[in-house]
């Protein structure tokens, strides 16, 4: 199994940055992508930002504000979050495609979440 650990999230003031880390550990074979999605209240999980080898996807609203980029060796993707609005206000999921030993193919796994506040 593929495990993600997340960290970084916190409360901060509209206009603020957090950066947020996500470890993947585990019976690893390989990683296709890595990405994050979130859940505001009462909303459906949206898609963030993913990256998928070189290249990198954002939601149209991140776009300009939020930084995905990842460290292969440490299996571990990192989201730089800047220009913060309350409407950023969500649970922050990590997100993985990745081949473990012991399953077939390619399986998606997320991480428990990090909440992200941010204050008007």
């Known amino acids: 199994q593929v495990r993600l650990v997340e960290s970084g999230g916190g409360l901060v003031q509209a206009g603020g940055s957090l950066r947020l880390s996500c470890a993947a550990s585990?019976?690893?074979?390989?990683?296709?992508?890595m990405g994050w999605y979130r859940q505001a209240p009462g909303k459906q999980r949206e898609l963030v930002a993913v990256i998928t080898g070189g290249a990198t996807n954002y939601a149209d609203s991140m776009k300009g504000r939020f930084t995905i980029s990842r460290d292969n060796a440490k299996n571990t993707v990192y989201l730089q979050m800047n220009d913060l609005k309350p409407e950023d206000t969500a649970v922050y999921y990590c997100?993985?495609?990745?081949?473990?030993?012991?399953?077939?193919?390619?399986?998606?796994?997320w991480g428990q979440g990090t909440q992200v506040t941010v204050s008007s």
């Open positions: 585990g019976s690893i074979v390989s990683i296709n992508a």
């Open positions: 997100y993985t495609r990745a081949r473990a030993w012991g399953r077939l193919g390619e399986n998606d796994y």
